[in-house]
């Protein structure tokens, strides 16, 4: 086997990991039930699922101005994806919105009534 068909295997392999996560990513902001659970498939595996898909996009490129490229959009993702996401739960919380399904002890914490 040569170097580049090493290098295409993983490439490819990253896309098809990265294209799992974001499907799941998307059938999690579908299928979970609340708003919370959605937050963090959206926040999570989006990050996840997009950053393998830029890694397999720089072992595509090699080693050429637009992997530097992939590079910075890859960190501005990571940094801006899971922000975004606190930021709006943060919003969520603060509006009132709390999670549905709590045990006693964690409604005790949220100044709910516990019965």
């Known amino acids: 086997m040569t170097l580049d068909l090493v290098v295409q295997i993983?490439?490819?392999?990253?896309?098809?990991?990265?294209?799992l996560m974001?499907?799941?990513g998307a059938?999690?902001?579908?299928?979970?039930?609340?708003?919370w659970a959605r937050i963090h498939a959206a926040g999570m595996i989006d990050t996840?699922?997009?950053?393998?898909?830029?890694?397999?996009?720089m072992l595509q490129a090699g080693l050429t101005l637009t992997t530097l490229k992939l590079v910075l959009i890859g960190l501005f993702l990571f940094i801006a994806g899971p922000t975004a996401s606190h930021a709006i739960a943060?919003?969520?919380?603060?509006?009132?919105?709390?999670?549905?399904?709590?045990?006693?002890?964690?409604?005790?914490?949220?100044g709910r009534k516990t019965s």
């Open 10 to 19: 993983a490439s490819w392999a990253c896309f098809i990991v990265g294209g």
């Open 90 to 110: 943060n919003a969520a919380w603060v509006a009132g919105l709390k999670p549905d399904r709590i045990d006693k002890d964690e409604g005790a914490l949220l």
């Open 27 to 35: 059938l999690g902001m579908i299928r979970l039930p609340d708003f």
């Open 22 to 24: 974001l499907v799941i």
């Open 48 to 57: 996840m699922g997009s950053a393998l898909m830029l890694a397999g996009m």
